[in-house]
């Protein structure tokens, strides 16, 4: 592995440069390329100098020379390596049995056997093809040309309904192939969510003289929360914040950015509408089934559900250099959820909402770095909630509880006293940064991510 260079480059042979969720990793001194979305390059400033003004960490890509005109920018398409995941079909097949997968990894064999057999196909045809143009350059009867021209007008009506036939072969191939979740770290409890290893735990419960209540009661007697005027106005699952919960969530927000800046990380507020193309890059689907992301109608645009997505997209088509890592964030935004299936006591009142407010850290770091960068965040997360007091507890989630993008994943989980029980409050994950859950296998790719969901506090 080399530790000079982390290269997202895309494996579409097009003449513009288009994102990969798959990283090459080949030496180049000093640099770090972020390729991360299908974007034409135009020229411009380094990003991070545009971005924030900080100092030159990024260069410049050269723009490139085809016209906007002149080429149609193609279907972004994530690389995979599917003859890796042939060659280590059996191991394949374990992670997707302990992830509890539905993904069918028999068809996409199949498919990519059909695929490769047809690229042979459109090969011979493309050779004959050029063969036949060879001889028709030289002196010929004309008996000999006119059945070389027949040849070569057959040959292309051939290849041109094989080179159909292809891409459709490739779209279905993709598609297929989305179910399919990465790899897993060799540490991950294997099981369902009850086979998570508890890390650490804080705290205990804490016992009144006096019968507790929970935040719906205590939000309605003191004034704070209103649901009633909400879902008239926007439907259930939203709310308004009134009093002093506003004034809760401002002070949690800029005491936990406050905290986290200390450990050298940089704040930001995103945009909360994105590309439905970042969205899908970002390991998210959001027009399939069950999809938690709000797309905009007649638009190519989405609702964030978290800040990652426009956190993932900042340094898009950037080289950053090796010695200006690791690039750490800590960005506040509110998020967008269809919560689809969620339903029950357990999703009540401010839990499971529709729209909420998060702070999410993020980090960009070298490969080999990610794991030290992960428990790095575990720890702030902790360090922040036993500063408030709180009794909780850090899972090391189990295999079937993992995203399909996750290669692990740790969840803090407060006890809250008026639901009589823990619940999730952060997450942060470590991930191979595989698009549209998308899979990557061998290498290691990662990034780093912390959420807390501020107005969580508010249920305990």
């Known amino acids: 592995m080399s530790l000079h260079k982390l290269r997202l480059a895309a494996a579409v042979p097009v003449t513009i440069s288009t994102f990969s969720s798959r990283l090459f990793l080949k030496p180049f001194p000093n640099t770090l390329t972020l390729g991360l979305f299908s974007r034409r390059l135009q020229p411009r400033k380094p990003l991070l100098v545009r971005a924030f003004s900080a100092s030159a960490a990024v260069q410049d890509i050269p723009a490139t020379q085809t ?5 149609a920018r193609p279907q972004w398409k994530a690389s995979i390596d599917f003859k890796w995941i042939r060659d280590n079909k059996e191991a394949v097949e374990i992670n997707i049995k302990n992830r509890n997968s539905n993904a069918n990894l028999d068809a996409v064999l199949e498919l990519y056997e059909n ?3 047809l690229q ?3 090969e011979r045809l493309r050779e004959e093809r050029n063969n036949v143009a060879k001889k028709m350059k030289g002196k010929l009867e ?10 070569g007008k057959n040959l292309k009506e051939s290849l041109v309904t094989l080179e ?3 891409v459709k072969l490739k779209d279905e191939l993709q598609h297929v192939a989305q179910s399919i979740p990465n790899m897993t770290h060799p540490d991950v409890p294997v099981g369902g969510e009850d086979s998570s290893a508890i890390r650490k735990e804080v705290g205990c419960p804490r016992e009144f003289n006096f019968p507790i209540k929970d935040h719906l009661q205590l939000g309605k007697d003191l004034d704070l929360i209103d649901f009633d005027s909400a879902a008239e106005v926007s439907g259930s699952k939203f709310f ?4 002093e919960a506003v004034l809760l969530e401002m002070a949690l927000l800029n005491w936990t950015l406050s905290q986290v800046m200390k450990k050298g990380y940089t704040p930001l507020t995103t945009p909360e509408i994105v590309r439905s193309s970042i969205v899908e890059k970002c390991g998210f689907q959001p027009r399939g089934d069950n999809t938690q992301v709000y797309s905009i109608d007649g638009t190519d645009q989405c609702l964030i559900g978290t800040a990652e997505i426009p956190l993932g997209g900042i340094h898009m088509d950037s080289i950053l250099l090796e010695s200006a890592l690791p690039l750490k964030y800590i960005a506040f935004s509110h998020c967008f959820r269809t919560e689809a299936g969620a339903a029950g006591a357990a999703t009540k009142g401010l839990y499971r909402v529709h729209q909420f407010s998060k702070a999410e850290m993020f980090v960009i770091c070298r490969p080999e770095d990610s794991e030290f960068f992960h428990h790095e965040l575990i720890q702030i997360e902790e360090d922040l909630f036993t500063s408030l007091g709180l009794h909780f507890k850090t899972l090391d989630m189990a295999t079937a509880d993992l995203g399909a993008p996750a290669y692990r994943k740790f969840d803090i989980e407060a ?3 008026g639901f009589g029980r823990f619940g999730e409050i952060t997450k942060a994950g470590d991930w ?3 698009t549209a859950h998308l899979n990557h296998f061998r290498r290691v790719r990662r990034k780093a991510k912390q959420t807390f969901q501020l107005l969580s506090l508010c249920t305990l």
Do not use: H
């Open 142 to 151: 004309s008996s000999e040309r006119e059945r070389l021209v027949e040849e």
């Open 115 to 117: 695929m490769l057999n």
């Open 67 to 71: 016209s906007e005109s002149s080429v």
């Open 415 to 417: 006890w809250m006293p």
């Open 432 to 434: 191979e940064y595989a």
């Open 120 to 122: 042979k196909e459109v």
């Open 240 to 243: 308004y914040l009134k009093n």
């Open 164 to 166: 159909e036939d292809l």
